[in-house]
């Protein structure tokens, strides 16, 4: 019986890379010289959560059809440390990433494209056209199948593996998907910061946590600084993050000292403490960047997870901490729970 093709027609041609600085190549690559081959590129960002749960796919993929196809990541930073060559690099090891990745700061690529979010991914068949493509999370199986429909057109012959099962219980058939917090960032660009003192532009505020806190906001104590990407902190003494919460799993990208890292130094890891609805955090529910003493140490920019809920649940997280300079540049959350 014949599979209904997922595929679209052969009316869009990829747009040429344009010069960039490319990482884990030997040399640039141009889309002309991997005619005949296969393509995949997938827009990402290395602190974006959504992103980072779509890489163990993309790094099977690259195992079962290295032979025909090609994976290219293209970053598109959402937050200026995320154009800084050395942090990807490191994100690269840290997530086991072979394929080549080009580093699109100005967002030619993605103009290019007509992208609008991360993740994305663009299946380019051997003649160099558009035939499928995706948004989010989730719809592997059906970017799998659509992978093995390009390379069956080049050779109907071509012996393929089975598409792989799902890697995570949530990504199976079955999984709810609840709506969780939306996603908060620190600062004045989208700012999401509760407090009725509201931000001040460049200016220190002290803030007061005030008695009643709202979902979908996050509320602080101690004097921050609003930049445009994020909340630093400019106080003395201990300072506390309060965030109201509904979901699975929290993140935060931080930083530790933010002149620090836009100078291209090597702050000291920042400690914070992580404590749920009044009490530390539970060994239970500890997120993989907390360690066993409830702190997580902040040593780069990057995102940071913080939480692993048994479900999808209600719960108030708070941050203490006590380092001028460390930065809140926003909070993630994720939702779906398995069968």
Same mark, same amino acid.
């Given at each position: ?76 930073? $959402?937050?200026?440390? #995320?154009?800084?060559?050395? =942090?990807?690099? /490191?994100?690269?090891? &840290?997530?086991? *990433?072979? !394929? ?111 008695? $009643?806190?709202?979902? #979908?906001?996050?509320?602080? =104590?101690?004097? /921050?600084?609003?930049? &445009?990407?994020? *909340?630093? !902190? ?106």
């Amino acid at each position: 019986m014949m599979t209904e093709s997922l595929l679209q027609p052969r009316t869009v041609r990829a747009p040429e890379f344009p010069a960039a600085t490319w990482l884990n190549a030997e040399q640039p690559l141009m889309l002309a010289g991997l005619r005949g081959r296969a393509v995949l590129v997938d827009f990402w960002e290395f602190s974006c959560v959504n992103c980072l749960r779509t890489l163990p796919y993309l790094r099977e993929w690259q195992r079962r059809y290295e032979r025909w196809l090609t994976i290219i990541g293209v970053h598109a930073p $959402e937050f200026a440390f #995320g154009r800084e060559r050395q =942090s990807i690099e /490191w994100a690269l090891r &840290e997530h086991d *990433l072979r !394929y080549p990745v080009v580093l699109d700061n100005d967002y030619t690529i993605w103009d290019a494209f007509a992208n609008r979010a991360w993740p994305s991914k663009y299946l380019i068949d051997q003649s160099g056209y558009i035939r499928f493509s995706s948004q989010g999370e989730g719809g592997y199986d059906r970017f799998e199948r659509a992978i093995q429909q390009v390379l069956r057109e080049a050779d109907s012959d071509v012996l393929l593996p089975p598409p792989m099962q799902p890697l995570r219980a949530e990504d199976a058939p079955g999984a709810v998907c609840y709506r969780p917090t939306p996603e908060l960032h620190g600062g004045l660009d989208r700012g999401a910061l509760g407090n009725p003192e509201g931000y001040a532009g460049g200016v220190p505020v002290v803030y007061t946590l005030p008695k $009643e806190r709202q979902r #979908g906001a996050f509320y602080v =104590s101690g004097a /921050w600084q609003a930049g &445009e990407q994020y *909340l630093v !902190y400019r106080g003395q003494t201990e300072a506390v993050i309060q965030l109201p919460y509904e979901a699975v799993e929290v993140n935060a990208v931080f930083s530790p000292h933010v002149e620090l890292v836009e100078r291209m130094l090597h702050p000291d890891a920042v400690a914070v403490e992580v404590w749920q609805d009044g009490a530390p955090l539970p060994d239970a529910v500890r997120g993989s960047d907390v360690t066993a003493e409830g702190r997580v140490l902040v040593d780069r920019p990057r995102m940071y997870n913080l939480v692993r809920n048994p479900g999808f649940e209600r719960h108030e997280l708070t941050l203490r901490l006590k380092s001028r300079g460390f930065a809140l540049y926003a909070f993630s959350f994720t939702s779906c729970v398995k069968a």
